[in-house]
């Protein structure tokens, strides 16, 4: 069990420094105004993760190790990008016929999670103005 974290780790690190590469490499070239850096990272690595879970499935055409599994989808695609995760999830959801819920899914995470952003935001604005030395 300690190696899963380990590949984990590894995974993350690397899918990490990937999209801090990357994302700074896109804004050079693109500018501050749009983060287009991260919508591709979003994009590619969604594409990434399906096609790797079904080409190292059950019924893919590659057979790989629970362990690449994990390093390669939790770690280098995690640390990448979470949205390929949800992706993922979203449509496992949706080919198994739970539309209802593929779709709060969606709208759930998109809302909660720009709303506990803004309500993080938020909460760290009145400690920013209640303290000025720690």
Not at 7 to 13: R, Y
Not at 66 to 83: A, D, H, K, N, S
Not at 93 to 101: K, V
Not at 126 to 131: D, T
Request: aromatic fraction near 18%.
């Amino acid at each position: 069990m300690i190696f899963s974290y380990l590949w984990v780790a590894l995974g993350s690190a690397l899918g990490g420094m990937a999209r801090f590469w990357f994302a700074s490499f896109v804004a050079s070239l693109t500018g501050p105004t749009f983060p287009w850096g991260t919508l591709l990272i979003n994009i590619g690595g969604s594409f990434f993760i399906g096609l790797f879970a079904n080409l190292t499935g059950a019924d893919g055409r590659f057979s790989v190790s629970p362990e690449i599994r994990t390093f390669v989808m939790v770690g280098i695609c995690g640390g990448f990008t979470t949205f390929s995760s949800f992706s993922l999830q979203t449509l496992e959801l949706a080919q198994s016929g739970e539309l209802i819920r593929a779709s709060a899914y969606v709208i759930f995470s998109v809302f909660l999670c720009l709303l506990f952003v803004w309500l993080g935001y938020l909460l760290a604005t009145g400690v920013n103005l209640r303290s000025t030395h720690f």
